[in-house]
C-alpha cells in the first residue's frame, strides 16, 4: 500500500494532506497553534481524530509519542551514532535506519521491511512517499513517518540557529 504525504505551504500551523495511490484523500494531520511541544491530531478521510503525535519536551534527544485510539501506542527516540541517525520505536519490535541525507528510510521489524519512507526532492512544501507492507500498520506507519520529519525540522531550525549564531559573532569580531 502506498500513500502520498504532502505538507501545506504557508500555513499558521503544521499540516499535510494524505493521499492514496489513486489520488483519493485518506488522512490530514493538523498541528496545534499555540501549544508547548509539538502536537499533532490525525484525521481520516470522514473527520474521525485516528490519532494524536505529541512531543515529549525537556528530553535530551527528541521523543515523540503516537497514540491511537486514546492508547499510547509507541515512543520514537532518535538515536546518535557516528555518520548516522536512527530511530528506536519503543513500545515495538520495529526500527528505523537509512540513507538520512539521502531521505530514504527503511522501518523494519524482525519479519522484514515494516515500511520504506521516501521524501521526494524539489517539491513545494514537504513531500513523502510511504511503501507500507501491511495495510493494518497504515495509521502507525503514517504517525511515525511524520514524527521524523518532525525531529528533521527541528534539526534544520538548530542548524539554521547555529548558523545565524556564527555569522553574528564574525560580525562582532570584526567590529
Known amino acids: 500500500m502506498k500513500l502520498y504525504m504532502k505538507q501545506k505551504v504557508l500555513s499558521w500551523r503544521e499540516k499535510f494532506f494524505i493521499k492514496d495511490e489513486e489520488g483519493n484523500d485518506c488522512y490530514t494531520i493538523k498541528g496545534e497553534v499555540f501549544s508547548i511541544g ?4 490525525v484525521t481520516n478521510a470522514a473527520g474521525k481524530e485516528v490519532a494524536f503525535i505529541h512531543q ?3 528530553a535530551l534527544r527528541p521523543r515523540f509519542f503516537v497514540e491511537i485510539d486514546g492508547k499510547e501506542v ?22 528505523m535506519e537509512g540513507d538520512f541525507a539521502g531521505h530514504d528510510y527503511n ?3 524482525n519479519d522484514g521491511i515494516v515500511m520504506n519512507l521516501t521524501k521526494k526532492w524539489f517539491s513545494w512544501g514537504d513531500s513523502y512517499e510511504l511503501d ?13 513517518a511524520m514524527a521524523i520529519e518532525l525531529v528533521l525540522q527541528e534539526q534544520e531550525e538548530e542548524e539554521s540557529d547555529d548558523i545565524e549564531v556564527r555569522n553574528r559573532l564574525n560580525k562582532n569580531k570584526g567590529k
Open 38 to 41: 509539538r502536537k499533532l491530531h
Open 74 to 95: 509507541c515512543e520514537i527516540v532518535r538515536e546518535y551514532k557516528m555518520f548516522k541517525q536512527n530511530y528506536r520505536i519503543e513500545g515495538l519490535p520495529w526500527h
Open 107 to 109: 522501518l523494519k521489524s
Open 56 to 58: 515529549k519536551i525537556m
Open 132 to 144: 507500507i507492507a501491511d495495510p493494518q500498520n497504515a495509521v502507525l506507519c503514517l504517525c511515525i
